[in-house]
């Protein structure tokens, strides 16, 4: 059966201190199968501890979210940009194999500088299949919105040079560059039919075409998604894999809204009825 996750990113944020011992806590009230750990960048000196940590909640981590900034290095690719991003990455790597995950997400461009320099990125990723190879990680290339061109766009360019890569579609992301409806039409469907698309991260999203401030992750139903038209597709599609619920639940004052996040699981699971 279809796992349905809760992002770490979603209940471990600054307003209580990116404290990852709290997931354990917050994992006590929230009905999901497991969760998608997300990595920070500025926990890599305490790497270590965090993993010790992860695996004694005996909690399940079957995906890891990479560190975003390692897209946003490779894509500036000054000084020593790209030597930190793969070591970073390889760091990553060790985590999700220490934690136990089969699978990373990957925001290949990221930032400010997104995809301004995407030569940059798309060449980066043969080395970091590379790394991923080797610690027996499936490496998931995520529709991250983009300021210059477009995920889709950047799928394709993709595929047309490693064409067994994988992808996470995020459908906010989709969203936020009108890709919602794109992915139905009929050239598109090698996505599907050839299992490219390997997660799922379900948002909701209330702006329109690139309306930046409105990127904000949101729950099912608070936003103009057409989820019912989006669940009957994959289903048709024969999607196999899991999902993860990414909306945002903590408040200013570090506390998490489980009640939230629990009616996204709840949905989620209907839809898969």
Known sequence: MNQVLCSTGAIIGRPNGRNHKLIEKFAENLQCDGFEFMMYSTWYDKAEEIV???????????VMHCDKRIGENIGRDEADDLETALKRFEINCQIANDIKASKLVVHLWNGEISD?????????????????????????????????????????????????????????????????????????????????????????????????????????????????EFFAFIKDKNYSGDYTVEATAFAPDGSVDCDMLNQCFSNIKEYLQ
């Open 52 to 62: 010790a940590d992860l695996n004694r909640m005996s909690l399940n981590f079957p």
């Open 116 to 228: 301004q320099r995407m030569e940059n990125n798309i060449k980066a990723y043969d080395d970091l299949e590379t790394i991923a190879k080797k610690h027996n990680i499936d490496l998931m290339i995520e529709n991250v919105v983009c300021n210059q061109e477009d995920p889709m766009k950047h799928w394709c360019e993709l595929t047309e040079k490693y064409p067994d890569v994988h992808f996470i579609f995020d459908t906010k992301m989709a969203a936020f560059h009108n890709q919602m409806n794109l992915i139905y039409e009929d050239d598109y469907n090698w996505l599907w039919k050839d299992k490219h698309v390997r997660h799922l991260h379900i948002n909701d999203y209330a702006g329109g075409y690139m309306e930046w401030d409105k990127l904000k992750t949101l729950p099912i139903g608070k936003g103009n998604i057409n989820f019912e």
